[in-house]
């Protein structure tokens, strides 16, 4: 992250603009709705810049800059289009400590001008660090279509309940839970359509009413699928923004942790082969308890939750202590993996049929049906199995399956460290043995694979073979 983002108050603080072009007139605009003070300095003066200056308070003066201009002065904007003057005024501002912002010049800059949504008093800024304005302001134009302008109303009237609500509610948990119910609930729809007063008068009435001693805890067992977070699904990142804690796996990617609410409280329980942050029989505890305190309780886990995931045995201890849950599915490993190293897992000429199969056995647990798994025809996904490709390929080929039968590894899938090995049973583990080939890995055996290369379409890294 380049720029910390804050929201900057210049009410009647005094603001520097050299410059009184168009862009010049723009950001003055924008100085003067948010309540500041303008000076604007400049030899040639714009049409637009005199029509503020009949309508608005502000200095105009038509010269050129100097360094006293900065005196006392809140912010300074540079929108000249002299190059040589722009670098030395913010050299200057820089030296003096007061934010600096010179137009298409991110470098001189130590602020930049987002582009913005105005729901007063709500604002949602949008940047793209200064790298692409126009991209930021496409983003602008699609958010703008999704969000009512009555929301500055609906946060005009919380503003007149907050401190009703903290008298009432001293406890934070609760209020917060009240707020989510009032802002994503009846009271937002009468404000929506225009019906303030009732909006009023129910707000008031479901503070009366409200009783934190009544609100239950609940668990949400999501699937954050193979690691692109696009592949997350619009209900995940729903209830990703509403848990008060979230309890996460190894295989749950940064990019996807990072969409989770940001006061939530994070809680790693990855598991690696002999390595368990948290015993899964504590996550299972883990879940009732902190239900039971009240919380809404996100499990997120990589990929779908009922695959390979063990999402049966802690839905299985939710059940049995009457807590409620919603399940979300995720895009599986096998599924988003493939697909991204263009490998169908299915096709009417190549394979009939698909098997998802662990390649890591609890321990003591019986062995693989190896002489179903190594029929031809199908395709064998194994999940886990990396440390034991050895094994699963000798076992396949002693059960029939042919030496020569292609197979792939596909590392770190769907994301932009993905990279695929192509080879056969034969030849696999040698290429695990000259590369360094790190879990998450997944294992595709199968007639398919053969149409990775006509078909590989995702290509962050070169694939080996």
Sequence with gaps: MKYLPIFY???GRKCLVIGA?????RKAELL???GGKLCIVAIDISERIHELAAGHSLELLQREFTEADMDGVACVI?????????????????ARDIPVNVVDNPELCSFIMPSMIDRGPVQIAISSGGVSPVLARMLRSRLESCIPGAYGELAKLAEAFRQPVKRALPNVDARRRFWESILDGQVAELVFSGRMAAARELLQQQLDEFDISSVTGEVYLVGAGPGDPDLITFKALRLMQKADIVIYDRLVSEPILDMVRRDAEKIYAGKASANHAIPQESINQMLVRLAHEGKRVLRLKGGDPFIFGRGGEELAELVDENIEFQVVPGITAASGCASYAGIPLTHRDYS??????TGHRRSGA????WEMLSHANQTVVFYMGLENVERICSSMKAHGRAADTPAALVEKGTTAAQRVFIGDLDSLPGIIADNEVHAPTLLLVGEVVELHNKLGWYKPGEEIS
Excluded: H, M, P
């Design 32 to 34: 003067l709705k948010a």
């Design 21 to 25: 072009g168009a862009i010049a007139a």
């Design 366 to 369: 019986e062995d693989l049906n």
């Design 9 to 11: 108050n210049i009410s």
């Design 78 to 94: 540079a929108a000249t289009d002299n190059d040589i003057l722009n670098r030395e005024i913010s050299g200057l501002a820089r």
């Design 352 to 357: 009939q049929a698909c098997i998802f199969v």
